[in-house]
């Protein structure tokens, strides 16, 4: 039992400092050198269609919309699989403490009570803090595509830019943190399983979140990317 305790201890946040970690540095590049990132890129991109797009003009409006309908579509969906997922888990939770004893083995990790809720309850908090993520970035983005289409003088000085960078940062912090969830589901296959999960979840991200720097590079960056 202390050879289970003792991987439950070290693996699971040493997983967790490692996403957090990787999540840190993506943050600190986006505020300095956010023409590394996906994420600056793509800001930079929001902002000169933002500001080159006429404010009212009933020819542009449709422009407006489908443009955000696809993030609204993602960000929705996101939502509804994180409160399904949510659901089923609440489920499932009491025929796996039923089945805990069949997995005595010290290397799925410690089957006290305790420990069984915290695996759940860390996994339970993450689906339930992406759903609200999620649902606070379409309340946003509903909102800047109506001001994106609306009248007026009082939309000049960023306000609408900020509304709508707030709902495309909110709509990947939902998608981020449903990730996070599932290493943690995988919690109940042992504490190994979440540190790998977390490493292959970390160099996913990197492939997405960072651009190629080396101008010589280019064409094979454009081929992978």
């Known amino acids: 039992m202390s050879f289970a305790v003792y991987l439950d201890t070290i693996f699971v946040p040493l997983s967790l400092f490692i996403t957090v970690g990787y999540h840190a540095y993506l943050c600190h590049t986006i505020k300095n050198k956010p023409s ?72 799925f990790g410690s089957k006290s009570d305790k420990i069984f809720v915290l695996k759940y309850g860390s996994a339970s908090l993450c689906l339930v803090m992406s759903f609200i993520f999620s649902s606070m970035a379409i309340g946003y983005l509903i909102d800047a595509n109506f001001l994106m289409n609306a009248y007026g003088e009082f939309l000049s000085g960023g306000h609408t830019q900020t509304i709508l960078e707030r709902g495309f940062t909110l709509a990947l912090v939902g998608n981020r943190v449903l990730c996070v969830a599932v290493p943690l589901m995988l919690w109940m296959l042992g504490p190994v399983a979440v540190l790998l999960a977390s490493l292959v979840l970390v160099f996913v991200w990197h492939e997405f979140d960072f651009v190629c720097k080396l101008p010589d590079n280019h064409k094979q960056c454009m081929t992978v990317k």
């Open 36 to 107: 590394r990132t996906t994420y600056g890129v793509h800001k930079l991109k929001r902002t000169t269609w933002t500001l080159n797009l006429n404010q009212g003009d009933a020819s542009k409006a449709m422009l407006t919309v489908q443009s955000l309908r696809n993030t609204l579509m993602r960000t929705i969906l996101t939502a509804t699989i994180t409160i399904l997922i949510h659901l089923g888990l609440a489920a499932l939770s009491n025929n796996s403490y039923n089945t805990n004893h069949l997995l005595r083995s010290g290397f």
